[in-house]
């Protein structure tokens, strides 16, 4: 019953999460200056076309008022329809998420691998010249944008090498071998960021769970430290290692944006950048509400993931059984 009722609460913080996101995605891009109409008919339009054309876009109506369809449209999964080619943007977006989707994923993927063993031997060698080096390397690692390590990434293994293609995409169903060396640099110089940042948090971790009672008794009973240390320690580390991984695979979906257009690959980041530069608010609109809608949404399944690696949060107990 109490398990019912947390998730219910979290459901909850969700939905009012949206509810929220969206009005001030809304109020922030309708309250900017600048006229649409006049950017979709250019220079040379009368003040009779421009009216007629707010009209049909609706944005003589009021702001509220405007929100409140807009609102209602997306209840019924209408994210809005470009005021440019009149497409739905579901039918602009389709092609183009699955780009972003395979950024995300592999870049997240990558650090991951990454930063879990490269942390736990930091925290396991933290007074020794090993466990030093790495971690000087992840603070310098979490300096770096990733716009500009992919630049160097390209100059490097593109430009110089000529190992892989500098930037352009092909569809997984097309050629996945070469869907795989297009994706290669992006992920990397994701991965290289957010794996310098969860090594930090990894390392911090594991210290806390080197310092536990209950790893020094699996010690006592004969367990070496990186087994006792995988065994027992990682399910209590494994929380604040969630924790962080969400917040990292949200700043992924920031991240994207910037490395589609170093790359010129053809997903979510792309799209609204050019959707924005040419004032298609209504495509900007969407495109903002869905990424904020997969950002609430890692938030939600981080807060479930603490259901089942806390038992206190299930049980309402204080100890965590080992």
Avoid: C
Wanted: no cysteine; proline share 4%; aromatic share 8%.
């Amino acid at each position: 019953m109490k398990l019912t009722r947390v998730v219910l609460a979290r459901l909850g913080t969700f939905v009012l999460s949206l509810l929220v996101a969206s009005l001030i995605v809304f109020l922030l891009l309708n309250l900017l200056p600048g006229n649409v109409a006049q950017v979709i008919l250019g220079s040379s339009a009368t003040p009779s076309a421009i009216a007629t054309l707010r009209q049909q876009l609706g944005l003589d109506e009021p702001v509220m008022l405007r929100y409140v369809h807009w609102l209602f449209g997306l209840f019924r999964g209408d994210f809005g329809t470009s005021a440019f080619t009149g497409e739905s943007l579901g039918s602009l977006v389709a092609p183009k998420l699955g780009v972003t989707v395979s950024l995300v994923v592999g870049g997240m993927v990558l650090a991951v691998l990454v930063a879990v063993p490269v942390g736990m031997f930091a925290a396991m060698h933290r007074r020794q010249a090993g466990g030093q080096i790495v971690s000087g390397i992840s603070e310098f690692g979490m300096s770096i944008p990733a716009f500009l390590a992919g630049i160097a990434l390209v100059m490097v293994f593109a430009v110089r090498l000529r190992w892989l293609p500098a930037n352009g995409y092909t569809p997984l169903t097309d050629d996945p071998l070469d869907w795989l060396r297009r994706l290669i640099l992006p992920w990397v110089s994701l991965a290289l960021v957010q794996a310098a940042v969860l090594v930090r948090y990894v390392r911090n971790a594991f210290i806390d769970v080197l310092g536990e009672d209950y790893l020094r008794t699996a010690r006592s009973v004969g367990w070496r430290r990186r087994p006792a240390l995988m065994r027992h320690g990682l399910r209590n580390a494994a929380l604040q290692i969630v924790t962080v991984l969400g917040l990292q695979l949200s700043a992924l979906l920031v991240g994207a944006v910037v490395i589609e257009n170093v790359f010129v690959l053809p997903g979510l980041g792309s799209m609204l950048v050019n959707s924005a530069a040419n004032r298609d608010l209504p495509i900007v609109q969407g495109i903002v509400m869905l990424l904020m809608t997969f950002i609430l949404g890692i938030s939600l399944l981080v807060d479930l993931a603490y259901l089942l690696i806390d038992p206190r949060l299930r049980t309402g107990t204080s100890e965590v059984s080992r």
